[in-house]
């Protein structure tokens, strides 16, 4: 939607918009830049630019899309809580994850909430803070159970625009391993991160304490296959950006994304 006066606080008004590409991306900076550092975000109605991130376990899509999104002065949502915040669900209402009818029968009860504020991040289910707990070993290992059955994949892909729509920020980097393809494949970035399986294992295992790191290796690489039979995220889908993060440190890698968003909105300015 394209922004009015109205749209801003009482006595500011927008600047005319210039009539060139990169002036039309100034525009934008400059109008990103005024939200961003204002209390606004409650009042405006754009619709936001989506910056979608796709990527195999370990790539780097949680971290580097929460610190793009920061820079960006973005939302970030992270669709792996939302997997991984149903089967914890799912496994607290006592049914067998392995059992796809069960499973789609907890869906009506499945109260979820999540922080979108890349330095507020928080997922809560039912009322209780899960951010945490989603992430221990056990629903790790469980995840693939139900993001597999295709009636919680379309419960959940609803969701996620229902997220995206509702954003109060100028954009929000969404991701995960359909974001490119099923979520937001008309978003005007579209971005598929890769690194190396070794890079990939090697980070993890950076992070994991309490296990081996051939045995990180080993359930990162059993994820990646049981999720590609689902979705295809290691290749990129036409119109995709591969940024292969192999050879970058993180800073380099967020500062990758950023460029791409920005490319990509002076292409559509
Ligand atoms: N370019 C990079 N250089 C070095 N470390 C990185 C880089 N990108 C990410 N990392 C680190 O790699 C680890 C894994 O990243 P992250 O958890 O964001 O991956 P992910 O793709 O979201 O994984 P998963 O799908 O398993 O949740 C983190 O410790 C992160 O800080
Ligand atoms: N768009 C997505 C996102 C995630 N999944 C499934 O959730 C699991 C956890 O995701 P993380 O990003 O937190 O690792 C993942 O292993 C997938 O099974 C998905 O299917 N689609």
Known sequence: MTPTDSDLPDGATLPDVPATSEGVAAF?????????????????????????????????KSSVSRAAARALGFAYQDTGAAYRAFALHAADSGVDLTDPVAVIGTLGTFEYEIGTDPDDHYVRVGGRDVTDEIRTPRVTASVANVSKIPEVRAYLVDLFRQVIASTRRPGIVTEGRDITTVVAPEAPARILLTASEEARMARRSAEVTGQSAEETARQLAHRDQQDSKVVDFMTAADGVTTLDSTDLDFDQTVSAVVELVRQAASQKG
């Open 28 to 60: 934008k900076d400059d109008l990103y830049a005024r939200f961003r550092d204002s209390s606004l975000y409650g009042e405006t109605s754009f619709a936001p630019v989506v910056v979608a991130v796709d990527g195999p376990a370990g790539s780097g």
